[in-house]
């Protein structure tokens, strides 16, 4: 009788304890597949992320470079005669520039903005410049200071680059700043 007690017990148990041990794995196989899905979810924030910014750097330096390109034609145009094209693109570009540096100002690091801005503050000032020079009437004057403009756009490319430079560090292409980099 006792062994078929024992029997009995012991059968009994070893259901209960597979089946506590299938539980416990189970548990384990979902806790991980939470981890997993979190990890993901983690990653594809963060990717998103750097994808808006990624896109928000190509704006701001393509528009950046734009609005620069536009003022030069502009200035030569001035300077050989008609600029009424190169105005109305001079104007377009100023409008797109703005618009990225808007966007650029919500998502980009201090560093990068700090040193953009220095773009932009040569930019602001090269078009104050141009559309006073585009008022006056022609003369070797007038062909003077727009070769001032012309000789403060030519530098925004070498700032341009410092402020490319750094965008590449933080969207992680480039490990390190160039060697010709100084801020």
Known sequence: ?????V?????????????????????RELEQAERVRVAEQRTSVEQRKVDQLRSC???????????????????YALKSGSADT???EVTS????QRDAR????MIASEEVLAVESRV??????????????????????RHRRLDEVIALLDPVIEKLEHVQAL??????????LPAWYDP
């Open 102 to 105: 808007d966007e650029a100002q």
């Open 57 to 75: 750097y190509v704006k701001l330096n393509a528009h950046d470079r734009h609005y620069r390109d536009a003022m030069l034609a502009c200035a």
């Open 120 to 141: 932009n503050v040569q930019l602001t000032f090269a078009y104050r410049l141009l559309m006073e020079i585009a008022r006056e009437p022609e003369s070797s004057a």
């Open 86 to 88: 190169e105005a109305a």
């Open 7 to 27: 029997g009995v017990l012991g059968t009994l148990a070893s259901t209960v304890v597979t089946q506590a041990l299938s539980q416990r794995a189970k548990l």
């Open 93 to 96: 570009a100023r409008r797109a």
């Open 1 to 5: 009788m006792i062994v078929a007690i």
């Open 167 to 176: 965008m590449r560090i933080e969207l992680g292409v480039a490990q390190e």
